[in-house]
Protein backbone atom coordinates (compact mmCIF):
# COMPACT_ATOMS: atom_id res chain seq x y z
CA UNK A 1 0.00 0.00 0.00
CA UNK A 2 1.07 3.48 -0.48
CA UNK A 3 2.54 5.74 1.72
CA UNK A 4 1.39 9.34 1.88
CA UNK A 5 2.99 12.28 3.03
CA UNK A 6 1.36 15.13 5.10
CA UNK A 7 0.48 17.88 2.73
CA UNK A 8 0.98 21.52 3.93
CA UNK A 9 -2.21 23.87 4.18
CA UNK A 10 -4.49 23.48 1.02
CA UNK A 11 -4.47 25.96 -1.46
CA UNK A 12 -8.26 27.31 -2.92
CA UNK A 13 -8.38 27.06 -6.63
CA UNK A 14 -11.40 29.06 -7.51
CA UNK A 15 -13.46 26.40 -8.79
CA UNK A 16 -16.91 26.87 -7.75
CA UNK A 17 -16.97 23.46 -5.16
CA UNK A 18 -18.07 25.61 -2.48
CA UNK A 19 -19.02 23.47 0.60
CA UNK A 20 -18.39 19.22 1.22
CA UNK A 21 -19.17 18.06 -2.42
CA UNK A 22 -16.27 15.64 -3.65
CA UNK A 23 -12.56 17.22 -2.98
CA UNK A 24 -9.47 16.52 -5.18
CA UNK A 25 -6.75 16.54 -2.79
CA UNK A 26 -2.83 16.42 -5.09
CA UNK A 27 -0.10 15.29 -2.69
CA UNK A 28 2.58 17.43 -3.65
CA UNK A 29 6.18 16.80 -3.70
CA UNK A 30 6.45 13.17 -3.31
CA UNK A 31 6.68 10.05 -4.88
CA UNK A 32 2.64 10.18 -5.44
CA UNK A 33 3.08 13.25 -7.53
CA UNK A 34 0.18 13.95 -10.01
CA UNK A 35 -1.98 11.04 -7.79
CA UNK A 36 -5.04 12.38 -6.80
CA UNK A 37 -6.63 11.19 -4.00
CA UNK A 38 -11.10 11.46 -3.36
CA UNK A 39 -11.99 12.43 0.30
CA UNK A 40 -15.83 11.32 0.94
CA UNK A 41 -17.80 14.52 1.13
CA UNK A 42 -19.64 12.32 4.52
CA UNK A 43 -17.68 10.17 6.67
CA UNK A 44 -19.76 6.77 7.91
CA UNK A 45 -21.46 7.44 10.96
CA UNK A 46 -21.45 4.98 13.84
CA UNK A 47 -20.19 1.64 13.99
CA UNK A 48 -20.13 -0.87 11.04
CA UNK A 49 -22.61 -3.81 11.36
CA UNK A 50 -21.23 -6.73 12.36
CA UNK A 51 -21.00 -9.88 9.81
CA UNK A 52 -22.21 -13.06 11.29
CA UNK A 53 -20.26 -16.01 10.46
CA UNK A 54 -21.75 -18.87 8.21
CA UNK A 55 -24.87 -20.41 9.72
CA UNK A 56 -25.09 -18.30 12.71
CA UNK A 57 -28.04 -16.15 11.21
CA UNK A 58 -29.47 -19.78 10.48
CA UNK A 59 -29.35 -20.56 14.55
CA UNK A 60 -30.52 -17.32 15.60
CA UNK A 61 -33.82 -17.86 13.54
CA UNK A 62 -34.41 -21.49 15.00
CA UNK A 63 -33.79 -20.19 18.57
CA UNK A 64 -36.49 -17.06 17.52
CA UNK A 65 -39.01 -19.45 15.91
CA UNK A 66 -38.45 -22.44 19.28
CA UNK A 67 -39.04 -19.59 21.48
CA UNK A 68 -42.32 -18.04 20.29
CA UNK A 69 -46.04 -19.72 20.20
CA UNK A 70 -47.10 -17.33 17.12
CA UNK A 71 -48.38 -18.67 14.16
CA UNK A 72 -46.02 -19.54 11.34
CA UNK A 73 -48.35 -18.83 8.21
CA UNK A 74 -49.96 -15.31 8.47
CA UNK A 75 -54.00 -15.96 8.85
CA UNK A 76 -55.29 -14.35 5.79
CA UNK A 77 -54.02 -16.21 3.23
CA UNK A 78 -54.38 -19.73 4.92
CA UNK A 79 -58.07 -18.53 5.51
CA UNK A 80 -57.83 -17.56 1.20
CA UNK A 81 -56.86 -20.68 1.06
CA UNK A 82 -58.82 -23.30 3.09
CA UNK A 83 -62.15 -21.44 1.26
CA UNK A 84 -60.51 -22.40 -1.98
CA UNK A 85 -59.98 -25.65 -1.45
CA UNK A 86 -63.36 -25.52 0.26
CA UNK A 87 -64.92 -24.23 -3.21
CA UNK A 88 -63.17 -26.80 -5.00
CA UNK A 89 -64.55 -29.51 -3.04
CA UNK A 90 -68.08 -28.22 -3.14
CA UNK A 91 -70.04 -25.86 -5.33
CA UNK A 92 -72.13 -24.24 -2.13
CA UNK A 93 -70.91 -21.41 -1.06
CA UNK A 94 -69.89 -21.60 3.01
CA UNK A 95 -69.17 -19.36 5.72
CA UNK A 96 -66.77 -20.28 7.94
CA UNK A 97 -66.18 -18.48 11.61
CA UNK A 98 -62.34 -17.17 12.47
CA UNK A 99 -62.47 -19.80 15.09
CA UNK A 100 -62.98 -22.80 12.58
CA UNK A 101 -60.17 -21.37 10.67
CA UNK A 102 -57.70 -20.67 13.41
CA UNK A 103 -58.06 -24.06 14.73
CA UNK A 104 -57.59 -25.29 11.38
CA UNK A 105 -54.35 -23.39 11.34
CA UNK A 106 -52.76 -24.80 14.22
CA UNK A 107 -53.60 -28.47 13.57
CA UNK A 108 -51.67 -27.95 9.78
CA UNK A 109 -49.13 -26.36 11.66
CA UNK A 110 -48.74 -28.66 13.96
CA UNK A 111 -48.79 -31.50 11.89
CA UNK A 112 -46.27 -30.06 9.62
CA UNK A 113 -43.89 -29.24 11.98
CA UNK A 114 -44.48 -32.75 13.40
CA UNK A 115 -43.25 -33.73 9.48
CA UNK A 116 -40.25 -31.97 9.32
CA UNK A 117 -39.08 -32.79 12.46
CA UNK A 118 -39.15 -36.53 11.08
CA UNK A 119 -37.85 -35.61 7.91
CA UNK A 120 -34.63 -33.96 9.92
CA UNK A 121 -34.37 -37.51 12.08
CA UNK A 122 -34.11 -39.04 8.88
CA UNK A 123 -31.78 -36.83 7.23
CA UNK A 124 -29.64 -36.73 10.53
CA UNK A 125 -29.89 -40.66 10.22
CA UNK A 126 -28.51 -40.52 6.02
CA UNK A 127 -25.72 -38.55 7.84
CA UNK A 128 -26.65 -35.31 5.89
CA UNK A 129 -27.46 -31.92 6.90
CA UNK A 130 -30.03 -30.81 4.63
CA UNK A 131 -33.34 -32.32 4.13
CA UNK A 132 -34.49 -33.46 0.66
CA UNK A 133 -37.62 -34.55 -0.74
CA UNK A 134 -36.50 -38.68 -0.16
CA UNK A 135 -36.64 -37.81 3.77
CA UNK A 136 -40.49 -36.36 3.32
CA UNK A 137 -41.37 -39.43 1.70
CA UNK A 138 -39.74 -41.80 4.44
CA UNK A 139 -41.50 -39.63 6.92
CA UNK A 140 -44.83 -40.07 5.30
CA UNK A 141 -44.06 -43.50 4.82
CA UNK A 142 -43.52 -44.51 8.22
CA UNK A 143 -46.36 -42.34 9.40
CA UNK A 144 -48.33 -44.51 7.41
CA UNK A 145 -49.34 -41.66 5.33
CA UNK A 146 -50.66 -42.10 1.70
CA UNK A 147 -49.64 -40.49 -1.20
CA UNK A 148 -54.00 -39.36 -1.87
Known sequence: MARFKQSGPRRSTGSASAGGGNESV???RSRTAGIVRRRPSIAPAGRRKRRMRPGERALKE???YQNSTDLLIRRLPFARLVREIQQGLSRRAYSWQASAILALQE??????VGLFE????CAVHAKRVTIMPKDMQLARRIRGQTRE
Do not use: K, T
Open 26 to 28: VVG
Open 62 to 64: IRQ
Open 107 to 112: AAEAHL
Open 118 to 121: DCNL
